[in-house]
């Protein structure tokens, strides 16, 4: 069932057109995301779309009646929002200010029924906020009070849910303590949601529908698994380092420089360390990465040079040589610390190659695990307590003081 279409919709202020040609529609119990950058259009859509602002042309239609049609307070029983402008200072507890949105429902006097205190009640629990019905608004964390205001929204019993950016500033908690809300709200209670966001994995995550917007225009609309690729992400943001790995659902930011680090992982122990050494402009080379494996895929998306071999297979000698090759370029090598299996056992050679060849080699590794895989030649690493100590490492080599001693050694 449609609850929103529009038809021909255009939109801007005073007669401008910011947006036009606008026809989309959201279904029952459907999450819809806007993603764009700043001043693309998504808050002036967001306003017209819950009746907040006139359209220039074209018509809203909410359950097939166009949106001009509704009385203030039928709308405010169909739609309630939720923007991002600062609320004023309200002395008065949370259960209060949440009351307040059953205006569409009381008597001339405001006054709340046993049905309206219940659904005050509900509301609040359904954002986990029954804690913070005592408190005074005033007193509340960013977190409380988003929690505070999408109870308030929730009282209205809307069938649309209108939200401008409603995670921006929140810590992870409360970024997903309310992600799962409306993710419950729309299987639950079949709550239409259309919001907008900056964050294109919290996207991936909860939305049906994404809407791309860019410079004024709707350049893509439709499932996210299908739309947010690597290409249109970049040209979304308009950034040539940005890389979006489908499979992951992750965004990731390359290093600009080309590579001088080689490093050896596998099992996942390279992910943390590739992205710590693009944050600080390393060039990465790494090897040897099963097909399969999460680094290779976070590699890949970091523009990475990767030695590969296919899933499932013990390293052969055309990936060993590969890798062997490209590690004589480096000037430094990573030991990450993978575990050693019967497939990935020469890596282990990779390492006492890198030694032989004199290269500086850190190791996220133990001196006692270094002894069994590596002999007398584990007193030639340098050792490092974790991925910071690798940075600081690398620092100190590339400022000229040779590292000393052993990081961090266990």
């Not at 949106?67 to 169909?78: E, M, P, V």
């Not at 050494?277 to 097909?291: A, D, K, N, P, Q």
């Not at 990935?344 to 006692?368: E, F, G, I, Q």
Request: glycine residues 8%.
């Amino acid at each position: 069932m449609t609850i929103i279409t529009t038809d021909q919709l255009a939109i801007g202020y005073s007669r401008k057109i910011i947006i036009d040609n606008i026809n989309l529609e959201a279904l029952k119990g459907q999450i819809v995301c806007l993603l764009g950058p700043n001043g693309s259009g998504k808050t002036t859509m967001l306003r017209t779309l819950s009746g907040l602002l006139a359209p220039v042309k074209g018509t809203v239609y909410l359950n097939d009646k166009d949106l001009n049609g509704y009385k203030g307070t039928d709308l405010s029983k169909n739609i309630a929002v939720l923007l991002t402008e600062k609320v004023p200072g309200l002395y008065m507890t949370v259960f209060e200010m949440v009351a307040m949105g059953r205006y569409p429902y009381t008597d001339y006097a405001h006054r709340l029924t046993s049905k309206d205190t219940a659904k005050v009640w509900e509301a609040l629990e359904r954002v986990n906020g029954v804690d913070l019905a005592e408190k005074n608004f005033l007193e509340l964390s960013d977190g409380e009070r988003q929690k505070a205001l999408l109870a308030r929204a929730l009282t209205q019993e809307p069938e649309l849910l209108v939200l401008d950016e409603p995670t921006s500033f929140l810590d992870i908690r409360h970024k997903y303590e309310i992600i799962e809300v409306f993710n419950r709200l729309a299987q639950e209670k079949k709550t239409t949601i259309i919001l907008s966001v900056h964050d294109i994995e919290l996207a991936v995550r909860c939305c049906d529908i994404a809407i791309l917007l860019k410079e004024n225009q709707i350049v893509g609309y439709g499932p996210p698994e299908k739309l947010l690729t690597e290409t249109s992400i970049r040209d979304l943001y308009g950034l040539q380092r940005l890389t979006y790995n489908e499979l992951l659902g992750v965004a990731e930011l390359s290093s600009p420089e080309p590579p001088s680090v080689f490093v050896i992982a596998g099992n996942g122990t390279g992910v943390r360390l590739y992205r710590l050494l693009s944050r600080y402009h390393y060039g990465v080379c790494s090897g040897i990465i099963h097909e399969n494996d999460v680094d290779y895929q976070v590699g890949k998306s970091l523009k990475m040079e990767m030695i590969m071999e296919r899933a499932f297979e013990g390293i052969g000698e055309p990936a060993f040589q590969k890798a062997e090759a490209q590690m004589v370029r480096m000037q430094w090598v990573i030991d990450a610390g993978y575990p050693v299996g019967a497939i990935n056992a020469r890596n282990v050679d990779l390492v006492k190659r890198a030694l032989a060849m004199n290269k500086p080699v850190l190791s996220l590794r133990n001196y006692a695990q270094s002894c069994q895989l590596f002999g007398d030649k584990a007193d030639q690493i340098k050792y490092c307590p974790n991925d910071s100590g690798v940075i600081e490492a690398l620092s100190q080599y590339k400022t000229g003081i040779k590292a000393t001693g052993r990081f961090g050694l266990l």
